[in-house]
């Protein structure tokens, strides 16, 4: 953990206070550890205050991804500009996709990451990363089901393909809920698995398996979802119906764009009753509920901050309390896994 400067207009209302910050007769306004919050912000700018000393906190973040922020920028930049020059026809390029879905599970094979649990952030995100990222999830999940390598395969172009259909719509669905738009933008955007479906369904070279998840993606299996309100989906499309939604949902893609915690209670609330509850517990076995760097209160009233996940404990993460009960700035370091009778409560930032 190094300290550095900060001009008061980069602050974000997380970072934590590495000097005193004194009055011009010598009284302590705000005390080295403290969590600047936003009004303490506002406060120091009144004051003319025009930089402050905080604690670079990202030495102490142990952050686990799938793909590596290269790999992932990358593939994402591949299937961009692949898609970019699709149009409603057939397009030879569309073929590479393939390719890249291999080389997505092979990195994510070679890296040996199965076990781990990952640290996967809310983000504002476009359909390219949002297809990269749900290709990177749904073969862990396929490859934690130990399914067939040609089933991975077809899992993983279908993620990466799922959401061209998109492309076709001139909505805005970028952090929005679908019950703001009007009723013609939510029938059509509604459409776009079908949209995709049909240009793809002459492709010989992509399996009906992944166009029968291009197709089901918002599928429910209560029949609650669209375009078929079908029930009878098959596995690898029940699969991408979890990834999906909780990618879209800490993306803002078709919705407002909540938080990680948010997502796995949504999951956890209609596991057994829109998504097949195996896969949901599957996923949720990766998924840090809270990801590293993560500002958290515990249910004494403490401030701390994700340092790293406890292995198979997706919920009970290492903390380094920074701020207790009563406001001061302290420095432990509590394992939610020896320390039972303390749990997160809120997420603050």
């Known amino acids: 953990m190094i300290k550095k400067i900060c001009k008061i207009d980069e602050l974000t209302g997380k970072e934590r206070l590495a000097n005193n910050i004194m009055t011009s007769d010598y009284n302590v306004l705000l005390s080295e550890g403290i969590v600047l919050r936003q009004d303490y912000i506002d406060k120091l700018r009144e004051l003319n205050i025009k930089e402050v000393y905080i604690w670079d906190e990202k030495e102490i973040e142990e952050s686990v991804a799938i793909l590596k922020n290269d790999l992932e920028e990358s593939f994402k930049s591949k299937v961009k ?81 799922h959401d061209l259909g998109l492309r076709y719509l001139t909505a805005d669905y970028m952090n929005h809920d679908l019950k703001e738009m009007t009723e013609f933008e939510y029938s059509e955007y509604k459409k776009h698995p079908v949209y995709a479906y049909s240009a793809l369904q002459g492709e010989n070279w992509i399996s009906n398996v992944s166009k029968n998840m291009i197709l089901y993606h918002h599928e429910r299996i209560d029949g609650s979802g669209y375009p078929l309100k079908a029930t009878d989906i098959p596995l690898e499309c029940r699969i991408i119906q979890v990834c999906d939604v909780f990618d879209e949902m800490i993306c803002g893609i078709g919705c407002k764009r909540v938080k990680v915690y948010e997502a796995v209670e949504y999951l956890k609330n209609f596991k057994d009753i829109k998504y097949d509850g195996r896969i949901v517990d599957i996923f949720l076995e990766f998924t840090a509920v809270y990801p590293a760097g993560t500002y958290v209160r515990t249910n004494e009233g403490e401030i701390g901050i994700v340092m790293r996940q406890n292995k198979q404990f997706p919920g009970r993460p290492v903390l380094r309390i920074v701020e207790d009960r009563n406001g001061d700035a302290v420095n432990i370091i509590k394992d939610l896994l020896e320390v039972n009778n303390i749990y997160i409560k809120e997420v603050i930032g």
């Open 81 to 161: 500009d692949i898609l970019e020059k699709h149009t409603y026809c057939h397009n030879e390029e569309l073929v590479e996709l393939s390719q890249t879905a291999d080389h997505i599970i092979i990195n994510i094979l070679e890296e040996e990451v199965l076990q781990q649990i990952y640290d996967i952030r809310e983000r504002s995100s476009d359909i390219y990363e949002h297809s990269v990222s749900i290709c990177s999830l749904a073969t862990v999940v396929a490859l934690r089901m130990n399914l067939s390598h040609e089933l991975v395969h077809d899992i993983g172009v279908g993620c990466l393909l």
